[in-house]
């Protein structure tokens, strides 16, 4: 049995006592960070130099930081509703300050999107890695501790812990472990809001070398609130939806488009004819594919890395109900909103068997168990995101050109290369077209990238909210066509001139005219139907902001925009200062403290947040 510790510091000791000096400390992706043992032993390492600490990690996660007034103002009570208690990490902190100890090494094969640019130490020491090569490579490394929060419940007098959010690497070493491979010590710290998940990461005391249970180190999970979509990630999610088949298999990534996606689902399933509708206004004509735009009567089968919101409402929906060794969805890690945690932890025994968390090796490969894995993935469709797509084809989702990391590699080489590797799968890569960039727009489709995380080799499909691009086997003209066809317009010429002038697409090819319509006001009016009857809601799984919060998210949204041109804001103020104020706005104003403005800049925040209040409610 585990030895039982109610000290952050005790338990600390015993691990540098039990192992050594030499730490080489692993801990899980994003929510299972055991973040007291873990800041006990960083405090320990920095109060004595002769110890060397090196954590693996990834996905470190940290609350939000506002940048200027009416950030903190908005953001400051969420963060505190949402995230008051949880612990900071401590080396996050030191990284950032460039402060982090010499005898302390932090490596991270995944980033939390954007945090870590231009931080030199980070960028540095990061590691690229699918994330099915993750466990070989701090194995390599020489692990000797895993640490790792727990969920814990007494069966027949006998505590048993979970691995819960996290069975995705730790499953792989412990495998290892069994297997004389591996070497390592395993020590626990039990959270009262984690989900009790059944599948392998159910696992008896006696795994455990040490366990940290006390209500003292108790903490809220870190629970980031949904995003609102917007127009542009809803049709992303829509196209999408339209190439997902009766009776297959679905995996998706976390963020709005997912959300977009699985709303997309449960309108086709729910009110087909509406549907088709959104399909009709949203589609160019004689476009190929052609959605597949019928009610679901098979159901979907879920197999993915990141167990999601969305996908729980799939499940909700009655949408997930094709079986798979009596389960309808597999995953490897989950992170979510503080309701999507409250409703695995209110699961029936058997609503949460229909769930079974795997290690990252049995999502996101087809190795081991092929034959039965191969039978069950009929029909596949990996939905992932990318931040940039050239036109040949390839995709940039981890980094820039410099060499500057955004996030990591994750599993999406994984998902494209099982798209491949089974029969009548495919890897669906969604794009943004384009992106704000000051003052103007940039496109995400370029002619080329001096970064590539999908090569286009490996080329499948790219959906923008323009439509569906399907370019695997195709000629490379034929795949810059079909790029061009997704693209928005206002970069359309530019982008065909460099591929002409290159000799890859021919000097009388011209964009056929039905897609020279590519502008995001074509996107908003066919739209506009379904957000009006209330079928494409900006929080469609729930949201932990407020209703007022809710309301200002939309004109803040419009307020950050007009910043980064001066024309527009001045625009913005104009409008404000001419406009009537309306009664409704009074609380919205009161949220952020301008109903009384005392300085001149909150007088002049409140008439551009009255402005912008105005342009949503006309959205």
């Not at 795994?207 to 209500?215: G, M, Q, R, T, Y």
């Not at 004109?555 to 804001?569: C, F, G, K």
């Amino acid at each position: 049995m585990p030895k039982l510790f109610s000290d952050p510091e005790a338990i600390a000791e015993d691990i540098v006592r039990d192992v050594g000096t030499r730490l080489v400390v692993g801990l899980p992706l994003g929510l299972g960070k055991a973040n007291h043992i873990v800041n006990a032993l960083y405090a320990r390492a920095a109060a004595d130099r002769s110890i060397s600490l090196t954590i693996f990690s990834a996905l470190t996660l940290e609350k939000p930081k506002p940048s200027n007034l009416l950030e903190r103002r908005f953001i400051a009570p969420v963060i505190e509703r949402l995230f008051g208690g949880y612990p900071d990490l401590t080396y996050a902190g030191a990284l950032h300050a460039g402060a982090l100890p010499p005898n302390i090494k932090v490596i991270e094969f995944f980033f939390l999107a954007g945090r870590w640019l231009h931080v030199p130490y980070a960028q540095q020491h990061y590691v690229s890695a699918n994330y099915t090569h993750a466990s070989s490579y701090i194995l390599a490394e020489g692990l000797n501790v895993v640490t790792q929060l727990v969920a814990r419940r007494v069966v027949g007098g006998v505590a048993r812990y979970s691995l819960s959010c996290n069975t995705d690497t730790t499953l792989e070493v412990l495998r290892e472990r069994a297997e004389g491979r591996a070497s390592f010590r395993l020590v626990g710290q039990v959270n009262s809001e984690l989900p009790f998940m059944p599948g392998p990461g159910d696992l008896p005391a006696d795994e455990f070398s040490a366990v940290l249970d006390s209500p003292e180190t108790d903490f809220p999970l870190f629970a980031p609130p949904a995003e609102p979509i917007t127009d542009t990630r809803y049709a992303v999610g829509l196209h999408a939806a339209g190439l997902v088949r009766d009776g297959g298999t679905l995996q998706i990534g976390i963020g709005q488009i997912g959300d977009a996606l699985a709303q997309g689902l449960i309108i086709r399933d729910r009110d087909n004819a509406q549907f088709r509708g959104i399909m009709n206004r949203l589609s160019t004509a004689g476009e190929a594919p052609a959605p597949q735009t019928a009610a679901f009567e098979k159901g979907l089968y879920g197999v993915s890395e990141m167990l999601t919101e969305a996908l729980l409402a799939l499940l909700d929906a009655g949408i997930l109900r094709r079986e798979v060794d009596g389960v309808v969805l597999h995953g490897a890690f989950f992170l979510g909103p503080k309701s999507f945690y409250r409703r695995l932890r209110e699961m029936t025994e058997s609503q949460i068997a229909r769930i079974r968390m795997m290690p990252v090796s049995f999502t996101n490969e087809l190795y081991g168990e092929e034959e039965a894995k191969r039978a069950a993935r009929i029909d596949a469709r990996f939905v992932n995101n990318t931040m940039m797509a050239t036109l040949m084809g390839a995709a940039v989702s981890d980094g820039l050109e410099d060499g500057q990391v955004v996030s990591g590699v994750g599993g999406q080489y994984n998902f494209v290369a099982q798209a491949f590797a089974l029969a009548g799968a495919r890897s669906i890569l969604a794009l943004e077209a384009t992106r704000q960039a000051g003052a103007g727009a940039q496109s995400n489709i370029r002619w080329r990238y001096g970064h590539e995380t999908i090569p286009r080799h490996l080329r499948d499909i790219i959906v923008t909210e323009y439509g569906v691009a399907d370019l695997r086997g195709k000629s490379d003209a034929d795949v810059i066509a079909a790029m061009l066809r997704v693209a928005d317009s206002r970069f359309q010429d530019e982008l065909a001139r460099q591929a002409k002038d290159a000799g890859k697409l021919a000097r009388d090819h011209e964009i056929p005219p039905a897609h020279r319509e590519n502008f995001p006001e074509r996107i908003a009016r066919a739209l506009k139907p379904a957000r009006e009857a209330g079928l494409l809601p900006l929080f469609p799984f729930g949201s932990d902001f407020t209703d007022v919060e809710q309301r200002l998210i939309p004109a803040l949204q419009i307020l950050q925009e007009a910043q980064r041109s001066p024309q527009r804001l001045a625009g913005l103020l104009w409008q404000g200062l001419s406009q009537r104020g309306d009664a409704a706005d009074g609380e919205c104003l009161a949220r952020l403290g301008l109903d009384r403005p005392a300085t001149l800049a909150e007088h002049a925040y409140r008439v551009l947040v009255s402005a912008a209040l105005a342009r949503s409610r006309a959205k």
